[in-house]
C-alpha cells in the first residue's frame, strides 16, 4: 500500500457530511484513464462503421443474428415482388402474342379473299401480263377459235382474264352469234378482240408464239395476233358473284 492511501483516509473521515472531496492526484488518473477509454471505444466504432460500409460481405459476417433474419426476410419480400412482375409480364406477352397470331390470321384471310375474288372474278386485277390483240378483218374466227386462245392462256399460266368487256370465268363460255360475230357470255364481242391477260409476260409470249401456237393458227384463219407484254395490266371488268 503506498504512503498516500492512510492520508486520503484521514482527509476523508475528517470530511463533514455533504462536503465535496477534493480531487487527489489518483482521481485525476481514473479520470484521465476514463476519458481514453471512451475515446478508443468511440474510435473504435467509428473504425468499425466505416469497414462495414466499405465491406458487405464483412458486415454480414459481424451482423447479429436477428439482423441476418431480417435482411433475410427484406431478400424474400423482395423475390417475390419480381416474380409477380415476371408473372405480369408473361401476362402480357402472352395477351401479345395472341393477338399479334389473331391479327395474322385476319391479314392472311383478307389475302385469301383478295386472291379468290380475283380468280373468280368478282374482283378487280392489276398485275404484270401481256395485251393480246386479234385483228379479224373478215370475220372467219369462230366461237371455237377464240375459246382455244382462252384455253392456250390459262394452258400457260394466264392468273386472270379479260375478253373485250367481259371478265373471264370458271363458267365463261363462248357462242357464234346468229348475227355474225362472237358472244362471250352472253355479250357479244367486238373486232378486234382484246384479250387482257395477268400473269408472267415471258411465258404467255412465248407459249403463244411456239410453232403451231394460237398466234401461227389465227395466220392460217386469215386473221392476225399481235401480243404487247406489259408490266402492268388492269382488269377492271367484273363478274356477279
Do not use: W
Not at 41 to 57: I, P, Q, Y
Not at 59 to 65: D, E, H, I, L, V
Not at 96 to 111: H, I, N, P, S
Amino acid at each position: 500500500m503506498s504512503e498516500a492511501e492512510p492520508d486520503e483516509r484521514e482527509t476523508a473521515a475528517a470530511r463533514e457530511p455533504g462536503e465535496r472531496a477534493p480531487v487527489t492526484p489518483r482521481g485525476r488518473r481514473l479520470a484521465g484513464r476514463l476519458v481514453i477509454g471512451v475515446l478508443c471505444a468511440v474510435l473504435g466504432f467509428a473504425a468499425t462503421a466505416e469497414v462495414r460500409s466499405n465491406d458487405r460481405s464483412t458486415k454480414f459476417a459481424t451482423a447479429r443474428q436477428d439482423e441476418l433474419v431480417g435482411i433475410l426476410g427484406d431478400l424474400s419480400q423482395r423475390s417475390e415482388r419480381l416474380r409477380g412482375d415476371i408473372r405480369d409480364l408473361e401476362n402480357t406477352k402472352a395477351g401479345l402474342e395472341r393477338d399479334t397470331q389473331g391479327q395474322t390470321a385476319v391479314e392472311d384471310a383478307r389475302r385469301r379473299a383478295a386472291t379468290y375474288g380475283m380468280l373468280a372474278g368478282t374482283l378487280p386485277a392489276a398485275g404484270p401480263g401481256i395485251r393480246l390483240t386479234i385483228d379479224d378483218p373478215r370475220g372467219r374466227l369462230r366461237a371455237e377459235d377464240l375459246l382455244d386462245t382462252l384455253e392456250e392462256l390459262r394452258d400457260a399460266g394466264a392468273e386472270v382474264i379479260q375478253a373485250d368487256d367481259v371478265r373471264v370465268g370458271v363458267s365463261t363460255y363462248f357462242a357464234d352469234a346468229a348475227s355474225g360475230g362472237v358472244v362471250a357470255d352472253g355479250r357479244l364481242l367486238t373486232r378486234p378482240y382484246v384479250f387482257l391477260v395477268i400473269g408472267d409476260p415471258h411465258t404467255l409470249a412465248t407459249a403463244l408464239g411456239i410453232p403451231g401456237g394460237v398466234l401461227q393458227t389465227l395466220r392460217n384463219l386469215g386473221a392476225r395476233g399481235a401480243v404487247a407484254q406489259e408490266q402492268r395490266i388492269v382488269i377492271r371488268a367484273v363478274r356477279s358473284p
